[in-house]
């Protein structure tokens, strides 16, 4: 499966941003799907994870209450709707694909990478 996000950019402290995944070459609804971010310096870090259906979902703590993962598997698209948004949100995020049943969290469940999109947010 390939995959390429999109939708980051450059927002003020407190907006919103939603991020896009777009999945092709093999059957999206087979795949549970994540979002990762990678600040400067950083190691790679979970943000979310949704089910092959799309009924579960799992955040990292920090997250839970301003980020949203959806899935629309006749679109092939996984989305990260962001709220609330801070300066420490500023990273690179990365859509993933995995094989895993649930909502796996480990950035090892995941075979498949996106190229990533920047999210720039200015204080």
């Known amino acids: 499966v390939q995959l390429q996000a999109f939708g980051g950019g450059l927002v003020q402290a407190g907006d919103s941003l939603r991020l896009s995944c777009a999945a092709s070459?093999?059957?999206?609804?087979?795949?549970?799907m994540g979002w990762f971010r990678q600040a400067p310096g950083k190691e790679r870090e979970f943000v979310a994870a949704?089910?092959?259906?799309?009924?579960?979902?799992a955040y990292a703590d920090s997250m839970k209450d301003r980020f949203t993962i959806s899935r629309h598997n006749a679109k092939n698209t996984v989305y990260l709707q962001m709220n609330s948004l801070k300066p420490e949100d500023t990273a690179v995020y990365y859509c993933?694909?995995?094989?895993?049943?649930?909502?796996?969290?480990?950035?090892?469940?995941?075979?498949?990478w996106g190229q990533g999109t920047q999210v720039t947010v200015s204080s």
């Open positions: 070459g093999s059957t999206f609804n087979n795949y549970a």
């Open positions: 949704i089910s092959r259906s799309g009924t579960m979902t």
């Open positions: 993933a694909a995995s094989t895993v049943a649930g909502r796996p969290q480990r950035s090892r469940d995941y075979f498949y």
